[in-house]
């Protein structure tokens, strides 16, 4: 989807915004002067775990992509979608252990590069991993590329959204195989985390689970929908079934939408749209 407006020449004014996951490249493009998303590209591929075979696939999409050729953009922010992240509180935060708080949440892995976003609204740090052969392939695309996480720019955007809200509110962020929780009161983050799931069945004990855990009533909180997620999804049916107020994120308010991306399904692209969140 590209706006008439967009000029391959003048991309120097234009921030580039991309995620990534196991299964997928998105980009987006900000026209900086008029503040407003002018463009997005999607690719889909077959899941992979294998990050050369990842790193395959994006370099095809890559060939085919009218954005991400050209290397003079104002700024370059690339967020991962990899579920291996955990967030440490910045009193109990030492760069020398960023790999022992990983190792402990989810076994000793392989060879990762552990990279950290600073979300200063909940006074964190946001520690995840990227493979080696992903993030030489970002540089080699891009001289400089920022790389953060999704849930940091999914996190900061639910904050500032529910700021002036005194009630919790549920937060489900969908992805192939994964999927966010996140539980908000006002501006203080109350929970996060990071599910596998297979079935709608597996989907929706995950999200019972951390009700019954929050003591959170499914017949008066609110529970928003983004990500890999629409009415017609199992996932969607299920979710009204054992939640009663179910909905799905609107675009983020930051900044204005090209006519092109009005009618996107609501919530998909929510994190692609709140990456300059990130660090906040």
Not at 18 to 38: H, P, T, Y
């Amino acid at each position: 989807m590209i706006d008439e407006s967009f000029n391959i020449d003048i991309t120097n004014r234009y921030r580039l915004f991309i995620q990534m996951g196991n299964d997928f490249l998105s980009a987006c493009v900000l026209d900086e002067s008029r503040k407003k998303f002018i463009c997005l590209e999607d690719f889909h591929f077959p899941f992979s775990e294998n990050a050369g075979m990842l790193a395959e696939k994006c370099e095809f999409a890559r060939q085919q992509s009218k954005l991400l050729t050209s290397e003079d953009f104002l700024s370059v922010n690339c967020c991962v979608s990899f579920p291996k992240s955990v967030l440490v509180p910045e009193p109990l935060y030492d760069k020398h252990a960023e790999k022992h708080m990983l190792d402990f949440n989810f076994g000793e892995g392989s060879e990762e590069i552990i990279l950290s976003d600073e979300l200063k609204l909940i006074h964190a740090k946001n520690l995840f991993c990227i493979p080696p052969v992903v993030e030489k392939m970002f540089h080699y695309w891009f001289r400089n590329i920022a790389i953060h996480h999704q849930s940091t720019s999914l996190i900061s955007s639910i904050l500032i959204a529910n700021k002036n809200r005194q009630d919790r509110s549920v937060t489900v962020n969908v992805r192939t195989e994964d999927f966010d929780i996140v539980v908000t009161e006002g501006s203080k983050l109350i929970f996060h985390n990071c599910f596998h799931y297979k079935t709608s069945e597996d989907f929706m004990y995950f999200i019972l689970f951390v009700f019954e855990q929050l003591q959170l009533n499914p017949e008066t909180i609110e529970m928003k929908l983004a990500g890999d997620i629409d009415r017609f999804n199992p996932l969607y049916k299920s979710a009204c079934r054992y939640v009663k107020k179910v909905d799905f994120c609107e675009l983020p308010p930051f900044y204005k939408y090209s006519y092109k991306l009005e009618d996107l399904p609501p919530g998909t692209y929510y994190s692609l749209f709140s990456q300059h969140l990130c660090g906040s």
